[in-house]
């Protein structure tokens, strides 16, 4: 008989197989990491540049520059761009966060001799064309007015401004004014201060050919595009403000989405790798605490977490969720009653055990492959850090105690830090 | 290239083992063939309420995710219209546990009253969360039963109504289970770092003793050919109009199926495409316009989905589709285009298999299409479809006695105009 109300053995995850970086620099010096492997013959590359809101100053300039780039440059129109990268089967990829914008080109390694020539383009001659530019404004316009009928959207922006105050360039938040005001001027002056090759950093994940560093400087490794420039971004401390009830209301609104956030500590900082344990019992998984009593327990919503988040200068620790309008206030008591009961009780060796060997598995899963490596590192820009992190991440969560879990309870979820931000009702 | 092993258990179960040694971790998918299709009129939703309850623990073992969890595992599960897939990754060394745990929930689930009252209440958040408290989240809803009228497409798969979620009781979550949830109903596919044998070893071990079941005959109503144009026109709190137009087409067994797919691509696939080119960027008609199939095993959808500008009128946006569609019937797409496409589409089959887990969910679903080995035939179906294939199909399927059209109208956008 098949002994079916005994789990199988099982075996500790254990030693971090990080396929090793390389790094080189182009003939300019750009620095290049490089991630080899995978199983396909297909590669991406990471153009990274300090060219986020933070460097923008003003919202959506470091946006519409990076997207913009794309759409027409001295040598190809829009169109043409976009034809090279289908035709070849590419694809483009962008984003902006506060300190770092990128251009992301996944592609089959066999095409990149054509693939890059139109990435220089695009990185060194945009012409930020006029119809570009208003095509872009008005879909973004769209989006904007749509976004704004969606709680959780609206609880996201107000939080960052509650947390950060409006004049922080964390706390800066687009409206609908920064569409009106927005400049072709601003986006080309951008352009030429951030995106230079003094600024440029590669990374290259999956499987290159040996050619590959030869392409890679024949067009990127040139004198032809550097300006002087150095990253001088200034991010002002944050003043601590103490916590309290923000509503943005919204009539129609059937379910409230829910923000509850304080400052937190960036990656640099010790308690940065065990808060991401107390992250995942609190919220952080399927089985944590918030989900379990939410969801599980009384059905309030569909999903709750919680989540730390690190940016160079500062850091935020939150619980979002989206709940029945009625019951909301009942989920913010809940959400206070977890953050109280991990102050005061220590978590039991069985659950520390499994958020443990949780975290663990999904360590394995969020390095493996060149592909998902390479995001990893990515994370790491701007702190100083390397890849050695994930390893001491590892030995974090093998080593750390429930009374250790306990004490950073008591020092981080004290509930008059939190703001409470609501949309809805 | 995809290289596969295939067993078949005595019970009838299918498996699917693919060996990725560039992983130390493993994944396991196990598809059940029960979608909201097998779902009755008046109690739609339920395929995909018991997805929820698969988690609230099985005969012999009281919780799902704990054990998962504690060997480093993690796992969801999605549910359409025609299948359930459940699918999980752990460290390769404790794939045995993942075994142990579907095998046990595919034997028999706990069926207790506290978690079904739990999970419709859950159910019913995540039904406001996406379908009701979303700007334009309830198309799906107004969409489906314009298109079908007999066919079970015609309800969403979260349920054509709330109060089917609030109706169902443990009777009828028993008689679900045993209808469908059966060794010979499903199919599980293994992908990682593992041995196939192995694998085979250990699934006949925890899955060789679960009973057959007598499955319930599929038998879905034949859904008739649409006569006339069908327009639905509602009016929502949105900052603007959408416009959808959907045309009913072939399954995704038809030889058809593919050649439908490059015409939506030559339509719209890639930012270089001729909706986006013409209609976006040229006319600025559209904010964002797309063109896509849906994918379906049984007969599906053509779809058009696209917002249309702030200076426009939701008409002459239209007109301008039934523009492009005219061009596709009368015109041969030319070479370059179509070999454009076609990389398009090589490239992204190849980008869906770096990913392990990607992997085991194509090839378990490949598997109920027919078989698991068609998986590495797919590239070659698209190389082959020809300018005057894309021609036809468009003859045939985008004509206005098949198309539902839903006019979804800003009220703020009509007051600003007036």
């Known amino acids: 008989m098949l002994a079916r109300n005994t789990a199988p053995s099982f075996v500790l995850p254990a030693g971090l197989s990080i396929i090793d970086g390389k790094e080189f620099k182009l003939n300019n010096g750009i620095p290049v990491h490089v991630i080899n492997g995978g199983t396909q013959d297909v590669v991406k590359i990471d153009f990274i540049f300090p060219a986020g809101s933070v460097q923008a100053q003003k919202p959506l300039v470091a946006s519409f520059t990076n997207h ?34 990128q251009i992301t080109l996944y592609a089959l390694t066999k095409y990149l001799p054509e693939l890059l020539p139109v990435i220089e383009d695009i990185i060194k001659k945009p012409t930020f064309s006029k119809h570009e530019f208003d095509v872009y404004l008005s879909k973004k316009r769209q989006d904007f007015h749509v976004d704004s009928e969606k709680v959780k959207v609206l609880s996201h922006r107000e939080s960052l401004e509650v947390l950060f105050g409006e004049d922080h360039p964390y706390g800066k938040v687009a409206k609908l004014k ?25 990374i290259v994940a999956g499987k290159t050919n040996s050619d590959f560093n030869n392409l890679l400087n024949q067009y990127f490794g040139g004198d032809d595009w550097h300006n002087n420039t150095e990253d001088v971004s200034v991010v002002p401390d944050v003043p601590a403000i103490k916590g309290g009830l923000h509503i943005v209301k919204k009539d129609n609104a059937i379910q409230s989405a829910l923000r509850i956030v304080r400052l937190g500590v960036t990656k640099s900082h010790p308690d940065f790798l065990p808060l991401m344990v107390l992250n ?111 390893n001491e991440l590892e030995q974090t969560i093998i080593n750390i105690t429930a009374e250790e879990i306990k004490e950073l309870a008591v020092k981080y979820l004290v509930k008059d830090d939190f703001h409470v931000v609501v949309a809805g009702k | 290239m995809i290289e596969i092993k295939k067993y078949t258990l005595e019970n009838g179960l299918k498996l699917i083992v693919h060996q990725d040694k ?33 988690f609230g623990g099985s005969a012999n073992i009281p919780s799902y995710d704990e054990p998962l969890q504690k060997v480093g595992g993690d ?41 079904l ?23 799906p809803l107004l969409l489906r039963p314009l298109a079908y009228k007999v066919h079970p497409y015609k309800w969403p798969t979260i349920g054509a109504d709330i109060k089917h979620i609030e109706e169902a009781n443990l009777d009828d979550v028993k008689q679900f289970f045993y209808s469908h949830y059966a060794p010979n109903n499903a199919i599980v596919s293994v992908t990682g770092n593992v041995e196939p044998d192995e694998v085979y070893g250990l699934v006949k071990k925890w899955f060789g003793d679960i009973p057959s079941r007598q499955v319930k005959k599929r038998q879905l109503p034949t859904e008739p050919v649409q006569k006339e144009m069908r327009i639905k026109k509602v009016e929502r709190d949105v900052p603007s109009d959408m416009l959808q137009m959907t045309f009913h087409m072939c399954g995704r067994r038809d030889a058809e199926y593919h050649t439908l797919d490059m015409l939506s691509d030559v339509l719209s696939n890639g930012a270089s495409s001729r909706l986006y080119q013409r209609l976006v960027k040229g006319k600025k008609l559209f904010t964002d316009l797309h ?16 917002n249309i500008s702030d200076h426009a009128t939701i008409y002459e946006a239209e007109e301008a589709i039934w523009e492009e569609i005219a061009e596709i019937k009368n015109v041969l797409v030319e070479e370059y285009e179509l070999q454009k496409v076609k990389n398009k589409v090589e490239s992204t089959l190849t980008f869906s298999e770096i990913n392990f887990l990607n992997k ?15 998986i590495n035939h797919e590239v070659d179906k698209y190389r082959s479809v020809t300018a005057e294939d894309i021609k036809a199909c468009a003859n045939r399927v985008l004509v206005e006695s098949n198309c539902s059209k839903l006019y979804y109208l800003s009220i703020s956008k009509k007051e600003k105009i007036c």
Request: aromatic share 12%; with cysteine; glycine share 8%.
């Open chain 2, 291 to 306: 063109a896509y199939i849906s994918g379906d095993i049984e007969n599906g959808l053509f779809t058009f989905a696209g």
């Open chain 2, 117 to 139: 009252d739990v999970q419709k209440k859950v159910v019913i958040e995540e039904y406001k969360q996406r379908y009701l408290n979303q700007p334009y989240g309830d198309v």
């Open chain 2, 360 to 374: 085991a969910m194509n090839l378990a679903q490949f598997e109920l299409l027919g078989r698991a080995e068609d």
């Open chain 2, 22 to 54: 560039t992983t130390p971790l493993a994944a396991i998918n196990v598809l059940y063939d029960v979608g909201a299709k097998d779902e009755d009129e008046e109690k739609t939703g339920f395929a995909h309420l018991f997805e929820h309850l698969m």
């Open chain 1, 178 to 202: 920064h569409y009106d005001a927005l400049k072709i001027s601003d986006l080309k002056e951008f352009h030429k201060a951030q995106y230079s090759s003094d600024l440029c950093r590669i």
């Open chain 1, 68 to 101: 913009l780039m794309q759409e027409g440059t001295v040598g190809m129109t829009s169109a043409e761009i976009s034809e090279k990268i289908d035709y070849y089967g590419a694809f483009l990829g962008q984003s902006v966060n506060y300190h770092h914008a």
């Open chain 2, 75 to 115: 796992n969801n599960a999605w549910t359409s219209n025609d299948l359930t897939n459940y699918y999980l990754t752990l460290p390769a060394a404790n794939l045995e546990t993942g075994l142990w745990l579907e095998s046990d929930r595919m034997l028999e689930l706990d069926f207790s009253q506290e978690s």
């Open chain 1, 280 to 390: 995942t019992l609190f919220g952080g998984y399927f089985g944590s605490r918030l989900m379990a009593n939410l969801r599980e327990e009384k059905g309030l919503t569909y999903g709750i977490s919680s989540f730390i988040t690190s940016f160079v200068k500062a850091g935020m620790i939150g619980v979002s969720t989206e709940v029945l309008a009625e019951k909301r206030e009942l989920a913010v008591e809940e959400v206070f009653a977890e953050m109280e009961k991990l102050r005061s009780e220590v978590v039991s060796d069985e659950e520390l055990t499994r958020v443990k060997n949780y975290m663990l598995g999904d360590l394995m899963r969020n390095l493996d492959g060149p592909f998902a490596l390479s995001e990893a590192y990515r994370g790491l820009l701007g702190f100083d850090l390397t890849i050695g992190f994930f």
